[in-house]
């Protein structure tokens, strides 16, 4: 059973900073692509930024410049620094990994979310 756990959020000041953490456990032979979506209330699910295997980047515009998302490969772990914050970015943040547990089919797994408010 695959579980992605994540970690570090909460009440930020409108220009402060915050690191979102997360970590992938279970019997994973390989993770693909890692990422962070959020969702504000009473919006659809949207990504905020991913990395591939390779390490290559893909942001929202809305974050470009701001947010910055790291992988640990060793540790089937991942992390989103976010700078910068605006009242905007108060959403929920789940992350989600593109893994394999057989090393054929790749599945897409989903953390249980956490918080993130920006306000004074």
């Known amino acids: 059973q695959v579980q992605l756990v994540e970690s570090g959020g909460g009440l930020v000041q409108p220009g402060g900073s915050l690191r979102l953490s997360c970590a992938a456990s279970?019997?994973?032979?390989?993770?693909?692509?890692v990422g962070w979506y959020r969702q504000a209330p009473g919006k659809e699910r949207e990504l905020v930024a991913s990395?591939?295997?390779?390490?290559?980047?893909n942001y929202a515009d809305s974050v470009k410049g701001r947010f910055t998302i790291f992988r640990d490969n060793a540790k089937n772990g991942m992390s989103l620094q976010m700078s910068g914050l605006k009242p905007e970015d108060t959403a929920v943040y789940y992350c989600?990994?593109?893994?394999?547990?057989?090393?054929?089919?790749?599945?897409?797994?989903w953390g249980q979310g956490t918080q993130v408010t920006v306000s004074s």
């Open positions: 279970g019997s994973i032979r390989n993770i693909a692509t």
């Open positions: 989600t990994a593109q893994l394999t547990l057989d090393g054929f089919v790749y599945r897409h797994y």
């Open positions: 990395i591939g295997s390779s390490g290559s980047t």
